[in-house]
């Protein structure tokens, strides 16, 4: 029998995730085991034992506060999956402070700078519990594929400098987050946020886009 000839550096192999969203959770749970600041939000989104948002399958990661429910990346593997529901969890765990940002961009009460700035430093704190329950886990974590997600991902190199400050650590001004917040790998997430600014803000957004 001929044997399938050895490939060197080849990344291990991520297959398709085909269980269900409660296996997912588990991960995060796993995952909530050795980071303090996930665990909080869960509780906080479980008042009643029960998850207080749905999660759906669609393209790309996402969270929507209004309809409460998450969505995940169709067709990806275990790892993935399971880092994207760890940020969009800390995402939903930010919901009174979208919905505030959200009122007062309608109101024209803040910038785009602002407004685009301050979603980021949610996300980021998000990002913050992906690296450190992913690093805590280790190659043992066992989250159902060949370990891990990107570890050597550009947002990775910022985030992990923070991880020894507490979340309440970090705000607009912390030289570790502009350093991320700056980063090329960020601008087109950056300019994604700016233009629901706009939709939201409409024309009492400030440097609202000229027309002519
Ligand atoms: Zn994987």
């Not at 399971?82 to 961009?105: I, K, P």
């Not at 998000?126 to 594929?145: H, I, M, Q, Y």
């Not at 309440?168 to 997430?189: G, I, S, T």
Request: charged share 20%; proline share 3%; net charge negative.
């Amino acid at each position: 029998m001929m044997q399938a000839e050895q490939t060197v550096n080849q990344p291990p192999a991520h297959s398709m995730y085909r269980g269900t969203f409660e296996g997912l959770l588990a991960n995060v749970q796993k995952c909530a085991q050795v980071c303090p600041t996930l665990e909080k939000a869960l509780e906080d989104l479980s008042p009643n034992g029960e998850l207080s948002f749905k999660i759906q399958w669609g393209r790309g990661a996402t969270c929507d506060h209004t309809s409460r429910v998450v969505t995940l990346t169709m067709g990806k593997c275990a790892c993935h999956l399971t880092q994207e529901l760890v940020q969009e969890v800390t995402n939903m765990s930010f919901a009174r402070e979208a919905a505030f940002l959200n009122s007062a961009a309608s109101n024209g009460d803040i910038s785009r700078d602002t407004y685009v700035k301050t979603i980021e430093l949610t996300e980021f704190l998000g990002v913050r519990n992906v690296v450190k329950s992913f690093d805590a886990l280790g190659e043992t974590g066992d989250l159902g594929c060949e370990h891990a997600f990107d570890k050597n991902g550009a947002a990775r190199t910022y985030v992990q400098r923070t991880t020894d400050n507490t979340v309440l650590a970090v705000d607009l001004n912390d030289e570790v987050f502009n350093e991320y917040f700056n980063a090329d790998f960020l601008q087109n997430h950056k300019e994604r946020i700016g233009e629901r600014y706009y939709q939201i803000a409409g024309n009492n957004g400030w440097s609202y886009p000229p027309t002519d």
